[in-house]
Structure formats: C-alpha cells, structure tokens
C-alpha cells in the first residue's frame, strides 16, 4: 500500500502526511468499518478523526495505542513546522497542548498559529528544541485524548493563563516582539495585553528578590501581600526612628548635624568610613579616650561615625554648666572645644 | 538593588540641611514637634534624591508641603520647588457607588463556568492587593497602570531602605552618645568621690 510507503517518510510534508498518517492509523487499528467510513472524509484527514463520534474515536485511539508506530506517527507530527493547513494545526495545537498540560511541561510546543502575518523569525531555533517535549507529549496524548476531548475549549484557556517562557519581550527596541503560544488569539489588543503582562511578571519577580522572604511565596496576591507589609514596617521603622531621634537631648541632633554638615562638606572624598574622620578628629579627641572611641567606632559596622568625638565636645560644655569646675582633665580638654572652633579646625 | 553609599551620604546631607533649617526653633518644641521636622525632613530629603523623576517623590514633596511649605522650599533648589509644589497632580476620581453597581449589573451578565469563577476571584484578590499597595506608596492614587505602579513601589522601596539605615546609624550613635555621657558622669563621680 503506497501509504505505508510515505507513511516512512516522516518529513512533514504537511496536509497529505498527515492524511496519510491518519489513514495508516486506521488501517492498523481499526476494523474495516472504519476504513470504510474515513475516506469520504479524506480531505479533513486528521480532522475528520476528530470530527468521529467521541466513543469511536475512543476505540479507535486505544486500539492503536500499542503499536509503536503511533508514537512516531504523532512524532512526526510534532515535527511539522509550518503547516499549511490551518484547521489542522488548530486541533493539533489543541491536542498537543491538553498533552503538555497533563504534563506540567514547562515548555510549551512553540509553534506560531497560522496567521501568516504574525509570527516572528526569531524563535526558530527553540523549535527544535521543543520537539523533544513534542516526543513525550505524543505518546501521552493518545492516552489522554480520550477523555479531555469535551474539555478543549477550557484547556486551551487554561493553557492561555499559563506562564511560559516562549514569548519574549524585547524592551529596547521600539517594537516589542511578543510570540503568540498556540491556541492563542493573535490579534493586536490581546498581543499587547500579554506583553503587558510578561512587564508586570518581569517588575514582580525584581520586587520579589528586593523583598526578603518573598522568593518563596507563589501566587501574586500574597507576594503583593509581603511587599505591602514590607513597605509599611519601612514606613513605621522611620517613624520609631525620628521619634528616638528627637527623644534624645535636641541639643544633640541639630548640632551634631551642624558638625557633620561642616565635615561632610569638607571630606567629600566619598567614603563614608570612620576611618577618614577618625584622621580629622585626633586633635580634638584625649588620649585616653582615643582607645575607646576606637573601640567604640569599630563595634558597630553600620555605624561609622566619630560621633563619639563629636559627642565629647559638646556634652563637655553640658558638664561644664553641671558641674562647675569639679572636673576631671577628661572634660578639660574637650571644653575647650566649641563647634566654631571644630569648623575651623577642619 | 541595594542602597549605596553615595545614596547614603546625599541622603545625609539633605537631611541636615533640612534639619539646619529647624535650628533656631530648637528652644521651643516638644518631643513631638522635633519628632514631626525631623520624620519631615527626612522625607523630603529622601524625595529630592530623586529630582523628580519619579512619581512617588513628587507625591510626597507635595504632602509635605501641604504641612510645611517653607521647609519644602527651602531644602529644594528654587526653580524645581515652584514647579513641584504648585503642580496639581491629575486626580483619579473614581465615584465608588456608581463603580460598584455598574459591576454588579456586568456581573449579571456574564457566564459562570467553575474554572471562570476561580479565575475571576483571584483576580479579584488581587486587584485588592494592589489597590493597597497604591494606598501605601505615596501618590499611589495617581498611578494609571500597574506597571508604573510596581516600578514605583520598587524605587520607593530601595529609597526607604537607605533613609531608615542612615537613620538608625545617627540614633545609635546619638544613643550612645548618651550612654557614654552616663559613662562618664559615673566616671567623673568616681574620681570626683575619690580624689
């Protein structure tokens, strides 16, 4: 039978394969009644398979379940790239996608639907890639067909909610290149929303990693969750901050920070270490406190200011005034000291 | 993206000069007072590192000079505080009653497939979350779209995260500051009880 003979050669020919494939499945699987009843119906070849009453189709595809020659006869199916046939490649496209959902497939068969119009070139290299998924889809599918039939529409819809990775989203270029999956409209408006989409997927995952704990939370309500909280313990921490802040004595604040504007202004090198400060203090911080200031300094790591220098000065007048002159040369020395002078020195 | 150092030290300087401004009213204030001018002027620092580009920082500019216009002026160079405070960011007026039962009459419309009403509800869900976060990031409201508003949060978060670390770096040394005074008050008691 010449069917058998271009039934071998699976190079994707395109519609005749494919009837062909179809009628070799018949041929090996079925009774003569099928034989029988196909080929008035050659012409939709696969689709006329489809077109069979769901519980015939059921036999019909169980029967040729088994033979090996199934698998390669979908196999080789997955291999078509372009098909000419629109209405083929739709119920192909559906069928292959009810198999890859089954499967959890993270990559979806990415062949273009047929508007000639649409597709870009840029994804033919995946292709061969996705075929192998294709090999273990096929054999699946014929198993799974049976029962999914009635539920194509929904899958397909599923299958349009998914993420998969074979759109892709040029930002530079004015033009974004977004690649319709199968089973997928392809007109303009829903083109644009799924770039939009892929956008928003995009910014979500930077804020994912931005926020701690949130790379292992699924589903985008609860990640909009964390990040809400997140952002609302940062606002809160700033309020506890100035509130500690201004609690402390207010002389502090405001002159401390005269101090550090003057120096800031003065050491722009840019590094904010402690230790270039710490170069520019020696004269106004006493031996004997040098050591502690060090050490002071070098605790905390986050904290790199000789604010323990700044402090001297400005709490030694403060002790001045307490104590008259029961001083010790710890705070002789120190208050000496006047911010003025502390400019100047700089 | 993690804040840097040079954020860190512009953000400082900002802040300073804002709180410079407040330093002849030091005499008269409560702790509440000082705790407003500084919050106050840590904001807006953190909002002038972004020189207006952002919306978020153009919100919050804004708010804080509906509470402290001579502040705001001040801390930002002349041209740019005309034009940010003066500009009247496009309001989104939604009228929630008649929002609400437009949608309950689509909803009557359209059809109820299981798969449909699930997707629907998380949709739904988080479109919630969403409206919150617009009501957490400054000049939320006036984000049109989603993208905008996740880049936006994405800054703001970024800015936050430098303004509270040079903020606890201050506090904990203006706090030890104080410890060291007790230090040293004890010290001094010492050698005063002592000698």
Same mark, same amino acid.
């Given at each position: 039978m010449d069917l058998s003979g271009r039934f071998g050669a699976r190079s994707g020919d395109g519609v005749p394969f494919r009837e062909a494939a179809a009628l070799e499945s018949l041929h090996i699987g079925g009774g003569e009644e099928f034989r029988q009843m196909v080929p008035p119906e050659n012409a939709g070849g696969f689709a006329a398979l489809l077109e069979l009453p769901p519980t015939q189709a059921v036999e019909l595809l169980h029967s040729s379940s088994s033979s090996a020659s199934q698998a390669t006869t979908l196999h080789s199916l997955g291999t078509l790239s372009f098909p000419s046939n629109p209405l083929l490649m739709e119920r192909a496209s559906r069928f292959s996608v009810i198999a890859?959902?089954?499967?959890?497939?993270?990559? @979806?068969?990415g062949e273009t639907t047929t508007t000639s119009s649409v597709p870009s070139n840029e994804h033919i290299k995946t292709e061969p890639a996705e075929t192998e998924t294709c090999d273990q889809a096929a054999v699946e599918k014929q198993s799974n067909r049976c029962g999914k039939r009635k539920e194509l529409d929904k899958k397909v819809k599923s299958s349009t909610k998914k993420k998969n990775k074979s759109s892709e989203e040029n930002e530079k270029l004015p033009y974004v290149h977004v690649r319709a999956r199968r089973g997928q409209a392809t007109d303009s408006h829903s083109l644009a929303e799924r770039a939009r989409r892929e956008k928003i997927n995009a910014r979500m995952k930077l804020l994912q990693e931005l926020v701690p704990g949130c790379d292992k939370i699924q589903g985008t309500a609860l990640v909009l969750d964390e990040i809400i909280n997140h952002v609302q313990s940062l606002q809160r921490q700033v309020e506890m901050l100035s509130m500690r802040l201004a609690s402390v004595n207010p002389r502090i604040d405001f002159n401390l920070d005269t101090i550090l504007a003057s120096e800031n202004g003065s050491l722009m090198d840019g590094s904010f270490n402690g230790a270039t400060m +710490?170069?520019?203090?020696?004269?106004? @911080?006493m031996e004997t406190e040098q050591s502690y200031h060090h050490r002071q300094l070098q605790q905390p790591p986050s904290q +790199?200011?000789?604010?323990?220098g700044l402090n001297q000065p400005v709490w030694g007048r403060e002790e001045n005034q307490d104590h008259g002159n029961d001083h010790n040369n710890l705070m002789v020395g120190s208050t000496s000291l006047h911010p003025n002078q502390v400019k100047m020195e700089l | 993206m993690q804040p840097t150092s040079s954020m860190k030290e512009e953000f400082?300087?900002?802040?300073?000069?804002?709180?410079?401004?407040?330093?002849? &009213?030091?005499? !008269? =204030?409560? #702790?509440?007072?000082?705790?407003?001018?500084? $919050?106050?002027?840590?904001? #807006?620092a953190m909002a002038s590192l972004r020189k207006g580009t952002t919306c978020w920082s153009?919100?919050?500019?804004? $708010?804080?000079?509906?509470?402290? !216009?001579? &502040?705001?002026?001040?801390?930002?160079?002349?041209? $740019?505080a005309e034009t940010l405070i003066n500009k009247k960011l496009p309001k989104v007026m939604c009228h929630r009653k008649i929002v609400r039962r437009s949608k309950k009459i689509l909803r009557?419309?359209?059809?109820?497939?299981?798969?449909?009403?699930? %997707?629907?509800? %998380?949709? $739904?869900?988080?479109?919630?979350?969403?409206?919150?976060?617009? !009501?957490?990031?400054?000049?939320?409201?006036?984000?049109? !779209?989603? #993208?905008?508003?996740?880049?936006? =949060?994405?800054?703001?978060?970024v800015s936050l995260q430098t303004q509270v670390n040079v903020m606890r770096s201050i506090v904990d040394a203006a706090e030890a500051g104080s410890e060291r005074t007790a230090y040293y008050l004890g010290k001094l008691k010492f050698a005063i009880e002592d000698g």
């Open positions: 890859t959902d089954n499967q959890q497939n993270g990559n @979806v068969s +710490q170069l520019a203090w020696p004269l106004q @911080v +790199q200011w000789p604010f323990d | 400082l300087k900002k802040w300073q000069m804002g709180l410079q401004i407040y330093r002849p &009213l030091i005499d !008269n =204030t409560s #702790v509440s007072e000082r705790r407003k001018a500084i $919050k106050l002027s840590a904001d #807006v153009r919100a919050l500019i804004q $708010k804080t000079a509906t509470e402290d !216009n001579f &502040l705001v002026r001040q801390m930002l160079s002349g041209i $740019k009557r419309r359209q059809s109820r497939s299981a798969i449909e009403e699930v %997707a629907a509800k %998380a949709r $739904k869900l988080v479109k919630k979350k969403t409206q919150g976060l617009r !009501n957490v990031v400054p000049g939320g409201e006036f984000m049109s !779209n989603d #993208v905008l508003l996740i880049q936006e =949060t994405l800054d703001y978060i």
